[in-house]
């Protein structure tokens, strides 16, 4: 099993239950030590955004191994007396991929 894999496995069969906003303050820190210290670079992110009622969850993607993970997890609360960790959210952690998309914007022409 590739590294990659056996890191993905790993974090979700942990359920890790989110009770900080910086989705990697909750990596418990033996598995944060083993897979992403130093190993990582973040190259997206609020991709996906749900909003709820009293808060939004959305995808950061992390680029590490030579491939991208995918972390699911509350991005913002709207509720000022709610805390993450009331939200009872269940990280999750998925494989994702790089697309490429094309698009347009109209020229500007210098007088």
């Known amino acids: 099993m590739e590294k990659f894999d056996e890191m993905l496995k790993e974090l979700n069969d942990l359920k890790i239950i989110q009770k900080s906003m910086d989705w ?3 990596i418990p820190e033996d598995i ?3 897979w992403f210290k130093g190993y990582f670079k973040t190259v ?3 991709i996906d955004t ?3 009622r009293w808060y939004e969850n959305s995808t950061t993607v992390i680029e590490m191994y030579g491939r991208y993970l995918g972390i699911y997890h509350v991005s913002n609360i ?3 007396s709610s805390e993450v960790e009331d ?3 269940t990280m999750g952690f998925s494989e994702m991929e790089q697309i490429q998309i094309t698009s347009y914007k109209e020229k500007q022409i210098n007088n």
Request: glycine share 12%; net charge negative; no cysteine.
């Open 32 to 34: 944060y030590n083993e």
């Open 44 to 46: 997206g992110w609020g």
């Open 78 to 80: 709207y509720s000022e």
């Open 24 to 26: 990697s303050e909750n």
């Open 50 to 52: 749900v909003i709820h």
């Open 87 to 89: 939200i009872y959210f």
